[in-house]
T-cell receptor, first 111, second 110 residues
Framework: GENVEQHPSTLSVQEGDSAVIKCTYS??????FPWYKQELGKRPQLIID?????GEKKDQRIAVTLNKTAKHFSLHITETQPEDSAVYFC??????????FGAGTILRVKS | NAGVTQTPKFRVLKTGQSMTLLCAQD?????MYWYRQDPGMGLRLIHY???????AKGEVPDGYNVSRLKKQNFLLGLESAAPSQTSVYFC?????????FGPGTRLTVT
């Protein structure tokens, strides 16, 4: 089955810097790649997603890139702010609407 | 709309006790899911349902049972709780691949 690896497990950046989180997946049939943000004690919330027919998608300060050949995708956050501090999860879906999640990245934005 | 709700928010069980977690959604979603979240392991799928009256096993189904008697509700049961089932449980629902999560249930088994 699908396996998703996520790096790094923790990431500290200065406010205003960029943050990049990377994920790799194993199943070449995967066609949907969402990113979730989870604040402490809260539910995971979808922040951006990308489908396999698109290479890049942007929404204000966040963007996701997908490299199908290498089977990896990345989350980019620019001009980080303290409220970006959270745990971020990537996921992949091979269809049937099931998701396989990465282990998560704790992002700390220092002001 | 309340979205996805979960009952209870917290629960402490003794080893061997049973309980049922309730998930409800008011978005008319066909698909519903139960995950557990443990430190450093992300979210792992326990069971899921593709519609009323259907259920299927996910990645970590052992020790759990589910039922989907009504489209808006998805129940997760623990027949004989074990300390290894201490976790935070999240329910989610979807109409397509975008899943929407409930607030979670923190379960401790002593």
């Amino acid at each position: 089955g699908e396996n998703v690896e996520q790096h790094p497990s923790t990431l500290s950046v200065q406010e205003g810097d960029s943050a990049v989180i990377k994920c790799t997946y194993s199943d070449s049939a995967s066609n949907y790649f969402p990113w979730y943000k989870q604040e402490l004690g809260k539910r995971p919330q979808l922040i951006i997603d990308i489908r396999s027919n698109v290479g890049e998608k942007k929404d204000q300060r966040i963007a996701v890139t997908l490299n199908k050949t290498a089977k990896h995708f990345s989350l980019h956050i620019t001009e980080t702010q303290p409220e970006d501090s959270a745990v971020y999860f990537c996921a992949a879906s091979t269809g049937g609407n099931k998701l396989v999640f990465g282990a998560g990245t704790i992002l700390r934005v220092k002001s | 709309n309340a979205g996805v709700t979960q009952t209870p928010k917290f629960r402490v069980l003794k080893t061997g006790q049973s309980m049922t977690l309730l998930c409800a959604q008011d978005m008319n979603h066909e698909y519903m899911y139960w995950y557990r979240q443990d430190p450093g392991m992300g979210l792992r799928l326990i069971h899921y349902s593709v519609g009323e009256g259907t259920t299927a096993k996910g990645e970590v189904p052992d020790g759990y049972n589910v039922s989907r008697l009504k489209k808006q509700n998805f129940l997760l049961g623990l027949e004989s709780a074990a300390p290894s089932q201490t976790s935070v449980y999240f329910c989610a629902s979807s109409v397509g691949p975008e899943q929407y999560f409930g607030p979670g249930t923190r379960l401790t088994v002593t």
